[in-house]
């Protein structure tokens, strides 16, 4: 039997068309989470017709703590093959979910995403919130998902413990999941699903910058560590080329270089280990410098193109170099350096 989760903060009528198709359409079963949405919505929750399951928070805490209440009520009481889980404001079509259903019938061992296709009547900050977020996620995990927000997903029992252990309690809890599957190397498929938006998505309870600070919380944090390195780097590398212009060009760009990326790297390594990805084993420092390395190499040789060869201002130079190697650092520390346990 496969268990349908729903988290729902002040829902609309919508939700109780959406439990009452999947009862009367599929054998699966139905957990609500009324997540502190307040008394004026208690006759909405009282509505839902009689087989679906609700549980309640008295205050809200988020999506992503909606759906470990219920998966944690699941894995005390429920005897079930999978999980599917929508949205309360009626983007998911009975059709889909069924698919997606199926999709999870047909290979347990994925983690299945009803993914929209963005196609007609879209609002604008749905289009670009997953334009942007499919970005993120693809220079973070190195795996291609093209729907990275929907909230249609499906997953097998096995993978229960997994999804109540993932941080999070609200809109990053889902990009932490398709994080953390990546990491494990659990599969992402993607089902197609319509892309429905009942008047402009003005049910959605996103909050714009609070939510986005979440979810794009390590990357705001590998900017903000990156750029205080940057800044080091920076000045450091034009004050010892000044110190040491008589030395000639190319030892001197080498010194600098060098000195400004040594210095720098160190208070970047430990911003790093401590603010941005908060882990590295003993021998993080070794494969960061291992990285560092590498990275000074290049760094030094598209410099002396830009300032030797072509020649392109130092200062200049330095900037379109660190913007060409920011994504590879990210990519080297998030995925070999900085790694959990």
């Not at 993607?190 to 049910?203: A, H």
């Not at 270089?257 to 390594?269: D, E």
């Not at 908060?278 to 002396?304: D, E, H, P």
Request: charged share 20%; proline share 3%; net charge positive.
């Amino acid at each position: 039997m496969i268990i349908v989760v729903i988290p729902a903060y002040k829902p609309g009528e919508g939700l109780i068309r959406v439990v009452h198709e999947i009862l009367t359409q599929t054998n699966y079963g139905v957990v609500v989470v009324n997540d502190g949405s307040g008394e004026a919505y208690d006759a909405v929750f009282a509505a839902l017709p009689e087989g679906a399951v609700v549980l309640k928070h008295d205050v809200n805490r988020g999506k992503g703590a909606a759906l470990k209440t219920a998966y944690a009520y699941i894995a005390e009481h429920g005897a079930c093959t999978g999980v599917i889980t929508a949205d309360a404001d009626g983007q998911h079509l009975i059709g889909d979910i069924i698919r997606v259903g199926e999709a999870l019938e047909a290979d347990g061992q994925a983690l299945i995403l009803g993914s929209r296709e963005f196609v007609g009547d879209v609002p604008a900050r749905s289009k670009f919130g997953n334009t942007l977020t499919r970005l993120v996620f693809r220079i973070s995990s190195g795996v291609r998902v093209y729907d990275t927000q929907t909230g249609l997903r499906a997953f097998g029992i096995q993978w229960m413990k997994e999804m109540l252990a993932i941080e999070g309690q609200r809109y990053e809890y889902e990009m932490n999941v398709l994080l953390h599957c990546a990491k494990k190397g659990i599969p992402i498929r993607e089902i197609p699903i319509q892309t429905v938006y009942e008047n402009n998505n003005s049910g959605s309870h996103f909050h714009p910058l609070r939510d986005s600070v979440k979810i794009y919380g390590v990357i705001l944090k590998f900017v903000s560590a990156s750029l205080a390195a940057f800044c080091i780097d920076y000045l450091l590398l034009l004050l010892v080329r000044w110190l040491t212009r008589d030395l000639g060009e190319d030892l001197s760009l080498l010194i600098s270089v060098v000195t400004a990326r040594v210095t720098s790297s160190l208070c970047n390594y430990h911003l790093n280990r401590r603010l941005v990805f908060a882990q590295g084993t003993r021998t993080s420092i070794l494969k960061y410098y291992l990285v560092a390395a590498g990275l000074l190499l290049f760094n030094y040789g598209l410099l002396w193109v830009l300032n030797v060869a072509l020649p392109v201002p130092l200062a200049a130079a330095k900037i379109l170099v660190e913007l060409l190697l920011y994504p590879l650092s990210y990519v080297l520390q998030r995925r070999f350096v900085f790694v959990k346990k």
